[in-house]
C-alpha cells in the first residue's frame, strides 16, 4: 500500500526534511545503548539542557545527567521496566543542565530488541515538564494542605466534645441528685426538661466522638466469635417498648442459612443496626420497621451477609438521598425540628461499613417508606485460618 | 489472609531444595523472570511480592510492621515457615539482600546460603563509611517518587480512563511491574535508604555470595568490599555488568555466578 512519492519529489529535499523534523521535534530525542551510552540526540535536547553535542556522544550515560534523586528512580524502576516490559512510560525526572538549573522531564522509552531477544537500543523521547509539574505541586501542596485543615478539624471537634463531656457528666450528677430530692411540680418540671435536655446533649457528644474515631485511620476493627442473631435480636428488643408505644410494629426476619456464629466487629455492627433501626421508628409514625438478614456468597471461611432495615415511613426526597449520609445533614431542614436528632448517625454507619470495606445503601419513596441495607464479609470459625 | 495470598507467593520447580528470590525496592517478583527459571530444574523456586508491592495484599501493610526492614525480615521467615522450606538458598536484590541477612540472623538454621545480589547494608555515607549517597539524596528520590506516582504519570492511568473496576484497560499502557500505592511506596523508600544494618553482617556464618555490578550508583564497590569484608565466609564477584539489576541487564552472567557459587559451596 506504500504510496508513490510525486515524481518531481526531490529526494534529498525529502531527507533533509525528516533530518530538520528530527533534529527540531518540539521533544528531545536520545537514543542510548541497552545500558545508557548515549548514541544519538537531538537539538532540541542541546538547545534546552545547553549540553554540547560532542560531549553526550563521548560515553556519557543518559543517567548520569540526571540528580540523585532521579538517579535512584532510573536505576530502580526505569531500567527494570524497560528490561521487564520493553518499555517505559511517563517517567518523570530531574535532568541537570550544563549551569547547573534543573530541567524536570517526562520520558518515555523503548527497547528494541534484536531477534535473539537481547537489548539493542533503547529510544527516548522527552517532553519539558516544567509548567506541568509546577501544576502538580500546586494541586499536592493544596490536597496536604486540605487535607491536614480536616485533620486538624477533627481532631479539634474531638478535643472539644470530650472538653465539653466532663463538665456536663457534672451537671447530670447534680440534676440526678436534684430529682431525687423534695421539689415543687414545677420545680420537677425544670428538672425533667434538665435532664432530659443534658441527655440529649451528652449523646449527641459520644456520636461526635464515635464520628472522629471512625474516621481516624488508626481505628482497629475487633475480632471475635460472636452471635449475630443474638445480636440482631437483642437490638429488636431494645427498640420494642419505643415502637409499641408509637403503635409500630417491628419485625425481624434472620435466614437459617446465617451462620450461628461468625467472626467480626460485633460492636461496630451493633451500633450500625441499632443506627438504622432507631431511624426508622423515628421516622416511621405508622405502619411497620422490619430487620432482614440474609446470607449471600458463602466462601470457604467467609460469609457475606446482608442486612436491609425496612420501613413504611415518610421517606426521603430523590434530591436529599445521596446527601442523608452527610454529618449534620438531615432529609429535610425542618427535619431536626420535627424529629430531633444530630443526623450523624448515617453518617458513622456509613464510616463504619468503610472501614469494612462496604457501604451503605438506600432505596426511598416519600410517604411510602424507607430500606436501609449492607452487606458485609464475616469470618466463619472453624474453617479460618 | 494466608501469608501465601498476603505476598503473593508462587511456587514452581522440579528440585527439592528452596531457592527463595525477593525483590528489592521499585518492582515486583517479576524483576527475578530471566533468573528464576534457569534454577526451576534443580531447585523448589519461590517467588513472592513484598507486602505493598506486585500483587501483594496491600490491605495487610502495617506502617509499624514495616517501618524497620526487620519486618520484611519477620515476612520472609513466616513465607519459609508456611511453606515448610529448610536448607533455603535465599536471593535477595539491593534492599532484599539486607532482608535475608535479617532473616538468617533471627533463624540461622533455615537457611543454607545467602546470595545478595548488589547489597548494601547502608546507603547513606557515615564517619569512615561511604554508602554513597546524603540525607538530602534521598529527599530527592522522594521528590522523584512524588512526581511519578502523584503526578500526571502513566501510573495514574486507570484513574484517568475513569474505570477502576476493570484495570486491565489500563494496563498495558502502564509500568505495570512497579505499580505501587504512593504511600506506601515513599514509605519502603525511607525505610530502604534510611535503614543501617552494617552491625547485621556479621551474625552471618553460612557461606554468602556478594553479586557487585559495576558503576552501581546505589550500591557501589567500596560498598560490596565493605560487604565482603563483614561476612567472612563470602565470595565477592564483581561483574562485568553495569547499573543496579543485573538479573535483568545480565541475567546470564547473573546465573552463570549463582551456579558457580553454588556448585563450589555445595
Known amino acids: 500500500m506504500a504510496h508513490e512519492p510525486p515524481a518531481r519529489l526531490d529526494h534529498a529535499l525529502l531527507d533533509e526534511t525528516v533530518e530538520d523534523l528530527y533534529e527540531h521535534a518540539p521533544c528531545g530525542y536520545l537514543s542510548t545503548l541497552p545500558d545508557g551510552t548515549i548514541a544519538r540526540?537531538?537539538?532540541?535536547?542541546?538547545?534546552?539542557?545547553?549540553?554540547?553535542?560532542?560531549?553526550?556522544?563521548?560515553?556519557?550515560?543518559?543517567?548520569?545527567?540526571?540528580?540523585?534523586?532521579?538517579?535512584?528512580?532510573?536505576?530502580t524502576h526505569y531500567a527494570p521496566l524497560l528490561q521487564m516490559q520493553g518499555f517505559a512510560r511517563e517517567i518523570a525526572f530531574d535532568v541537570v543542565c550544563a549551569d547547573g538549573r534543573i530541567l524536570p522531564v517526562v520520558a518515555n522509552a523503548v527497547q528494541k530488541r534484536s531477534e535473539e531477544g537481547s537489548a539493542v537500543i533503547n529510544r527516548i523521547t522527552l517532553f519539558d515538564s516544567t509548567d506541568r509539574k509546577r501544576y502538580e505541586r500546586e494541586l499536592l501542596l493544596a490536597r496536604r494542605r486540605a487535607e491536614q485543615t480536616v485533620k486538624e478539624k477533627a481532631d479539634l471537634l474531638s478535643?472539644?466534645?470530650?472538653?465539653?463531656?466532663?463538665?456536663?457528666?457534672?451537671?447530670?450528677?447534680?440534676?440526678?441528685?436534684?430529682?431525687?430530692?423534695?421539689?415543687?411540680?414545677?420545680?420537677?418540671?425544670?428538672?425533667?426538661?434538665?435532664?432530659s435536655s443534658s441527655d440529649n446533649m451528652l449523646q449527641l457528644l459520644n456520636r461526635v466522638l464515635e464520628l472522629s474515631k471512625a474516621e481516624s485511620s488508626s481505628y482497629a476493627l475487633?475480632?471475635?466469635?460472636?452471635?449475630?442473631?443474638?445480636?440482631?435480636?437483642?437490638?429488636?428488643?431494645?427498640f420494642g417498648p419505643t415502637a409499641e408505644a408509637k403503635g409500630l410494629r417491628l419485625r425481624?426476619?434472620?435466614?437459617?442459612?446465617?451462620p450461628p456464629i461468625v467472626v467480626g466487629d460485633a460492636i461496630v455492627l451493633r451500633q450500625i443496626v441499632t443506627n438504622l433501626v432507631g431511624n426508622a421508628i423515628k421516622f416511621t409514625p405508622a405502619g411497620e420497621v422490619a430487620v432482614m438478614v440474609q446470607a449471600g456468597e458463602i466462601a470457604a471461611d467467609a460469609i457475606t451477609l446482608h442486612v436491609a432495615v425496612s420501613d413504611t415511613g415518610i421517606g426521603i426526597a430523590p434530591d436529599r438521598l445521596d446527601r442523608i449520609f452527610n454529618e449534620f445533614t438531615q432529609a429535610s431542614d425542618d427535619t431536626a425540628a420535627t424529629f430531633g436528632g444530630s443526623g450523624l448517625g448515617l453518617a458513622i454507619s456509613r464510616k463504619l461499613l468503610a472501614l469494612h470495606g462496604s457501604e451503605i445503601h438506600v432505596a426511598s419513596t416519600p410517604g411510602q417508606g424507607s430500606t436501609f441495607s449492607f452487606a458485609v464479609r464475616l469470618l466463619v470459625p472453624g474453617t479460618a485460618e | 489472609?494466608?501469608?501465601?495470598?498476603?505476598?503473593?507467593?508462587?511456587?514452581?520447580?522440579?528440585?527439592?531444595?528452596?531457592?527463595?528470590?525477593a525483590h528489592g525496592f521499585g518492582c515486583d517478583q517479576n524483576m527475578w523472570r530471566f533468573v528464576a527459571p534457569a534454577f526451576e530444574r534443580s531447585y523448589k523456586v519461590v517467588l513472592f511480592d513484598h507486602v505493598g508491592a506486585g500483587h501483594s495484599d496491600t490491605a495487610a501493610y502495617d506502617q509499624r510492621k514495616y517501618g524497620t526492614l526487620a519486618g520484611y525480615a519477620a515476612d520472609v521467615l513466616e513465607i519459609c515457615r508456611e511453606l515448610d522450606l529448610e536448607e533455603v538458598v535465599f536471593v535477595g536484590h539491593s534492599v532484599a539482600a539486607m532482608m535475608g541477612v535479617l532473616a538468617a540472623g533471627m533463624e540461622p538454621h533455615r537457611f543454607?546460603?545467602?546470595?545478595?545480589?548488589?547489597?548494601?547494608?547502608?546507603?547513606?555515607?557515615?564517619?569512615?563509611?561511604?554508602?554513597?549517597?546524603?540525607?538530602?539524596?534521598?529527599?530527592?528520590l522522594l521528590d522523584a517518587l512524588d512526581s511519578n506516582y502523584l503526578g500526571w504519570s502513566s501510573t495514574m492511568a486507570p484513574v484517568i480512563i475513569g474505570n477502576a473496576d476493570r484495570p486491565e484497560l489500563a494496563a498495558e499502557l502502564t509500568n505495570s511491574f512497579c505499580r505501587a500505592d504512593p504511600a506506601i511506596a515513599a514509605h519502603f523508600a525511607r525505610v530502604t535508604f534510611l535503614s543501617d544494618n552494617r552491625a547485621d553482617l556479621t551474625r552471618i556464618s553460612i557461606p554468602t555470595l556478594i553479586l557487585q555490578c559495576a558503576e552501581d550508583v546505589i550500591a557501589p564497590g567500596s560498598v560490596g568490599?565493605?560487604?565482603?569484608r563483614q561476612i567472612p565466609a563470602s565470595r565477592l564477584v564483581n561483574m562485568k555488568a553495569t547499573g543496579h539489576c543485573p538479573n535483568l541487564s545480565a541475567p546470564d552472567e547473573t546465573i552463570a555466578a549463582m551456579r558457580e557459587f553454588l556448585a563450589a559451596a555445595g
Open chain 1, 159 to 195: 478535643m472539644l466534645s470530650h472538653d465539653i463531656r466532663n463538665p456536663l457528666n457534672a451537671v447530670m450528677g447534680v440534676v440526678q441528685l436534684l430529682d431525687r430530692s423534695e421539689l415543687t411540680d414545677r420545680q420537677r418540671r425544670h428538672v425533667q426538661l434538665l435532664k
Open chain 1, 252 to 258: 425481624c426476619t434472620i435466614s437459617e442459612r446465617v
Open chain 1, 222 to 238: 475487633g475480632r471475635t466469635a460472636f452471635s449475630l442473631r443474638a445480636v440482631i435480636e437483642d437490638i429488636v428488643a431494645t
Open chain 2, 1 to 21: 489472609m494466608s501469608v501465601r495470598a498476603r505476598n503473593n507467593v508462587h511456587v514452581s520447580g522440579t528440585g527439592a531444595q528452596p531457592m527463595l528470590f
Open chain 2, 225 to 228: 568490599e565493605y560487604v565482603h
Open chain 1, 41 to 75: 540526540v537531538n537539538q532540541t535536547w542541546l538547545d534546552w539542557t545547553g549540553q554540547a553535542r560532542a560531549g553526550l556522544l563521548s560515553g556519557t550515560k543518559f543517567q548520569t545527567l540526571l540528580t540523585v534523586g532521579s538517579r535512584i528512580y532510573y536505576e
Open chain 2, 112 to 140: 543454607s546460603r545467602l546470595v545478595l545480589v548488589a547489597p548494601s547494608p547502608r546507603y547513606l555515607n557515615d564517619a569512615g563509611y561511604v554508602g554513597g549517597f546524603a540525607r538530602s539524596d534521598i529527599d530527592g
